[in-house]
């Protein structure tokens, strides 16, 4: 296994805080093209439309096509009235045992952590990741240092109900106030064990982390913190997730931010009431620079919980260059990928983590990433 150093010479003024932005003006909810809604029709907060949940009550003002995960879909524009009316609450038993967890993970939506459930009957080893892949974001970690008491809460709970040997928090070992922070809370709890990892890149996916920790994979489970601290709010404070926590970022900000905001608001709006750039001529990556991918129009984007990063990266004239045949595309990728014969014949490869190392450490600046992801004509073959 391979792990790398990503050195980065940009200026990041990085904000160990959490911001609430919890009262937006409007919200958007994506919606499929048969169905049909009046204007200024009452929409109830904690109201689902297919998979996705209302986070404020309000009327329909309005129809908007928004970017999400890469499609543009129609949506529903609702005008908050700030009263933040339900038609009725949620209800939840306590959980006790495996079986009552998986329904209470499905009755939320935690689809990802049902499968992961669902697919292994015992697990040996809990760990709660909290690496922060890409180096100027600190979200994760953030979490962890400001919603600590509810996060081992959690943990206390997962460990009683899937009975796991060992429980490590993990994070990257840097110099800052909040490591320490973390590193003196969870020394006063036996069963957690915190463990500082080297600060290198690809250790968020969980295989490299396994084998950077040589644990098993198969009966490990691995969350983040920023699950931990959802199952929080769903399991043990029975709400609704109308909230997420994303992380604006990048050199062209003052300074970076983290906020805690409502599911659906727009980053326009978010922007608006917590951007301070140092230049206008700025580009816009969605969930990081490597592993993320770019938008050209900001209010074409509202916050949906597979956002967790937006980078304003500062604007920089870079032109491709023809291949120099190096091979520096084929040493890098973790899977083994022939990124140059994805790159000659223009096809995609299943196999692909989409982490960006390939386009990192090219230098004829050529945009391999997005041509070794594409889905059009991938296969798996090297």
């Known amino acids: ?32 093209k048969r169905m049909t809604f009046k204007k200024n029709t009452y929409i109830y907060k904690n109201t689902y439309y297919d998979e996705y949940l209302t986070s404020i009550s309000g009327t329909i003002s309005g129809y908007k096509k928004i970017l999400l995960q890469k499609k543009y879909l129609p949506a529903l524009e609702i005008t908050n009235d700030f009263k933040e009316n339900m038609a009725s609450k949620l209800k939840t038993k306590k959980i006790t045992n495996r079986e009552e967890l998986i329904r209470a993970l499905k009755d939320n939506h935690f689809n990802s952590i049902v499968e992961k459930l669902l697919a292994q009957e015992h697990f040996t080893n809990l760990i709660i ?14 979490i962890l240092k400001e919603y600590y008491e509810e996060i081992i809460e959690t943990i206390e709970l997962l460990q009683k109900i899937l009975k796991v040997s060992s429980t490590l ?30 600060d290198k890149y690809l250790l968020s996916y969980p295989d490299f982390l396994c084998e950077y920790l040589n644990i098993f994979p198969n009966d490990t489970l691995i969350l983040k913190t920023s699950e931990v601290y959802d199952l929080y709010l769903a399991l043990i404070k029975k709400r609704c997730l109308d909230t997420l926590i994303v992380a604006l970022t990048g050199d062209a900000l003052k300074k970076s931010k983290i906020i805690r905001t409502k599911v659906g608001v727009s980053l326009e709006e978010l922007v608006n009431n917590y951007g301070e750039f140092i230049t206008n001529d700025y580009e816009i990556y969605l969930n990081g620079y490597l592993k993320g991918w770019k938008v050209n ?29 190096c091979g520096a595309c084929l040493k890098v990728c973790p899977m083994h990928i022939n990124v140059k014969l994805c790159y000659l014949k223009n096809v995609g490869n ?24 594409s889905e059009e004509n991938a296969s798996k073959n090297d």
Do not use: W
């Open 129 to 142: 990741s909290s690496i922060d892949e890409e180096k100027y974001n600190v979200r994760e970690l953030t």
């Open 350 to 373: 299943s196999k692909c983590l989409g982490c960006g190392l390939c386009s990192y450490i090219c230098p004829a600046k050529l945009s391999l990433k997005e041509i070794v992801m």
């Open 169 to 198: 928090i993990v994070a990257k070992n840097t110099s800052s106030e909040s490591i320490k922070k973390v590193k003196s809370i969870l020394g006063t709890y036996p069963s957690i064990e915190f463990v500082l990892t080297a």
């Open 297 to 325: 129009k900001i209010e074409d984007i509202i916050m949906t919980p597979d956002i967790d990063t937006v980078v304003f990266n500062v604007k920089k004239d870079v032109e491709e260059e023809k291949c120099i045949n």
């Open 1 to 32: 296994m391979n792990l790398y150093k990503i050195d980065d010479q940009r200026i990041i003024n990085l904000s160990n805080h959490i911001y609430d932005y919890l009262s937006p003006n409007k919200i958007y909810i994506p919606i499929k």
